[in-house]
């Protein structure tokens, strides 16, 4: 009768055990299916490894902004004198200050030249906007032709100009103020600029030049007076120093080579 209730004990003993094991397999088998599931729901762009994810997508659209904006073929005026003064920034003659004068010729397109502001001396370079859109300027080895110079509009930013771009636009302001005041620069005025920089804030002194006879018969003497000063501030506009307060700068143009500002 022991044998037989020992047995019994056994028995209930080893079904338990059965029951508890097989519900621990339920258990791992149930949790492996739903870390399965989060696996799959985790990255709903996997069945397509190439498409780029949204950020990559942002990054790919912003990526060059200006060459999607700007359309080369239809360029405004301001357009074409930003192109040309950056152009002239990365591939300068010299560091003299130019004026970029734009015109239409006989066949009615619209083309531009540099002059520099120091005299009546010959125009430096000629520019124009090819059928592609793109920019030719002078081929100084195959003259008068022009070539193909830069066929992308370039990315500008105000606040890191180099000394050409800012002469370039500083001359666009002063020649503006000089028509302002019913001044022909050019013919009725000739003036000099020179930057310089001063705990990181580029500088523009304007001189006006009167030139003189060399009582030895020699080179005419460049007689100097400074009529103006710029200052490109820490937000990429150009300033004007006061006439009455030499501690005081007004703003005269917030876009590069703009003077809208100028009445």
Partial sequence: MKKFTITIISLLLLL???????????????????????????????????????????????????????????????????????????????????????????????????DITQGQIDSRNYFAIDSNGFLKSLDFENYPNLKVSSKNFPIINQKKLNEKEVLCWVVAVQDALFKSEGINPGFDVFYDVNIHLENNIVYADVFRIDYSDDPNGGVAIANKTKINEFMVNADGDLEMMDKNDSSKYTIISKIFMDTSMIK
Avoid at 28 to 40: G, R
């Fill in 16 to 114: 338990t055990l059965g029951a508890c094991n097989s519900q621990k397999s339920n258990t791992s088998n149930s949790s492996k299916a739903e870390t399965s599931s989060k696996v799959t729901k985790k990255s709903p762009q996997s069945d397509n490894p190439t498409q780029p994810s949204s950020s990559q997508q942002s990054q790919s659209t912003h990526s060059s902004p200006q060459s999607k904006i700007v359309d080369t073929k239809n360029l405004s005026d301001l357009q074409f004198k930003q192109w040309i003064a950056m152009y002239e920034g990365e591939h300068p003659l010299d560091d003299r200050p130019e004026r970029i004068i734009i015109r239409r010729n006989d066949a009615g397109e619209r083309i531009a030249r540099t």
